[in-house]
């Protein structure tokens, strides 16, 4: 059993930035993908971003693309999500997510390529 420990959400003014964490309770090693969701009230969970390890590809949503930005800390086996020029309707719960093991799934934009989630931590930006 994995447990994701989220960390970082609050609320800030629109175009301030936030980072979110997630912790891992296990050690990374081997294969692995990490991802980043995130749901507004009312709406279905949309994809933000995600890492595929080894080789460190990054995958981002166009709504984020060139704001928000995704990395990984093996050491310390957690996981960023750095928010920069936030806008009011990045308003949302956001989760982060990891699959491990030697299977690599190919579309990572897909909530069931994931099989362990953090709680999620609520980010709001004001305007």
């Known amino acids: 059993q994995v447990q994701l420990v989220e960390s970082g959400g609050g609320l800030v003014q629109a175009g301030g930035s936030l980072r979110l964490s997630c912790a891992a ?31 460190a590809s990054t995958y981002y949503a166009d709504s984020v693309k060139g704001r928000f930005s995704i990395a990984r800390d093996n050491a310390k086996n957690t996981a960023y999500l750095q928010l ?9 719960v956001y989760y982060c997510a990891a699959k491990y093991g030697f299977y690599s799934p190919p579309n990572l934009s897909l909530s069931a390529s994931y099989d362990y989630w953090g709680q999620g931590a609520q980010v709001t930006v004001s305007s």
């Open 84 to 92: 920069n020029s936030l806008k009011p309707e990045d308003t949302a």
């Open 25 to 55: 309770s296990r050690r990374t090693f081997g294969n692995y993908v990490m991802g980043w969701f995130r749901q507004a009230p009312g709406k279905e969970r949309e994809f933000v971003a995600a890492l595929r390890w080894p080789g």
